[in-house]
């Protein structure tokens, strides 16, 4: 099971590609090798990076859900849009898709920071701004939110609604 670690703070060159970090790459070395996937996260306005078997398991959700039910069909459209295939060229840049980069609000050039943040068995990768807007200018009490998760965990039934 990965666990990946770390937060990075990157440039997406004129082109796109961003260099991925050392560090995530040695993390992802044993995974590396079956590909990865990239995706809109479906809370945030960044991108999610799965490794391919990451991603497999989310896509057996996935089909869990029925092609007869509208609400079903529309999750797992807007879920699954712009997902795509990706991997690292031989330097250890990944090129970001254009169509993600734009609903990430990532734009192509060398003054343009992202931040790329390891968090268990995806990475997301953020723009520098929308990453500042959601952690440095929270003022969402974390305590009160570390409780409450905390309450999920201890009460799974909580979590999938199956104790109401």
Known sequence: MLNLLGEHRC???SKGRLM???????QLEETMR??????RDIFEKCLVLYPKPEWDRVNAEMSRL???????QLFQ???MMGASGVELDKTGRLLIPSILMEFAGIE????????????????EIWSLENYNKQFMSDESDFA?????????IEDPGR???FNN
């Open 20 to 26: 991925f970090p050392a560090k995530l790459r040695k």
């Open 144 to 152: 009160s939110l570390a409780e409450k998760v905390r309450k999920d």
């Open 66 to 72: 029925s092609r007869y039910n509208r609400e079903h």
């Open 77 to 79: 459209r807007k879920f």
């Open 108 to 123: 192509a050039g060398d003054k343009n920071d992202i931040i790329i943040s390891g968090l268990g068995e995806k990475i």
């Open 11 to 13: 440039k997406v060159d």
């Open 34 to 39: 079956h590909g990865l996937v990239i995706n």
């Open 159 to 161: 979590i999938t609604g």
